[in-house]
């Protein structure tokens, strides 16, 4: 289905505003993605934009960028992944050249200093309603597999320190070997 310069548009603004009013990183920047586009627009379902946010964290790269590109193609192909990822590097770009302008002046400015201390209590909030979203899509979902994975996962984390890493890796081969079995019996095939 082709898009129309009206969808473009939409897409365009709505990343770029997302992206220049969110400070903190990717996963302060999801949530609103999502609620952009699953909740007020519903142009994505939540399990897509869940997939989505897993390719984004997975894949090399910031995760808002990554998220906004999956979720861009996902609408529209390769010109809806362009302006979704435009549209979300377009205001941190021109921030921090703005900013490397200044940088002397801005370092050693005390408000500025506790402007940013007090904002990363924000950030951990915000963090925080992620993980608690997430957690709550995978497991009203009510299937095992995806449960018992993430929870291993935080315990590999927490407990036993393993490289996060690692974490992702194997996440991404059982994704991968998991899609191929699925391929498999939709083409009448037992094995991939």
Not at 31 to 45: A, N, Q, T, Y
Not at 177 to 191: S, T
Request: proline share 4%.
């Amino acid at each position: 289905m082709k898009k129309d310069l009206k969808f473009y548009l939409k897409l365009f603004a709505g990343c770029l505003r997302i992206s220049a009013f969110t400070f903190g990183g990717g996963y302060v920047i999801v949530p609103l993605i999502k609620k952009r586009f699953v909740d007020e627009l519903g142009w994505v379902s939540e399990e897509k934009m869940l997939d989505y946010i897993a390719i984004g964290q997975s894949s090399p790269g910031p995760i808002a960028v990554n998220t906004a590109a999956m979720m861009g193609y996902g609408l529209a192909g390769l010109p809806g992944a362009l302006v979704a990822v435009f549209a979300t590097v377009l205001p941190p770009l021109v921030i921090l050249s703005v900013v490397s302008v200044f940088y002397a002046l801005v370092i050693e400015n005390a408000v500025v200093r506790n402007v940013l201390r007090g904002m990363q209590a924000g950030v951990a909030a915000v963090v925080l309603d992620v993980v608690v979203d997430l957690v709550a899509a995978v497991t009203k979902s009510r299937r095992a597999v995806p449960v018992v994975l993430m929870a291993a996962a935080f315990v590999a984390a927490a407990v036993f320190k393993v490289n996060v890493a690692f974490i992702i890796l194997a996440s991404a081969a059982y994704g991968v070997l998991a899609v191929a079995k699925v391929r498999g019996k939709e083409r009448g095939h037992d094995n991939p």
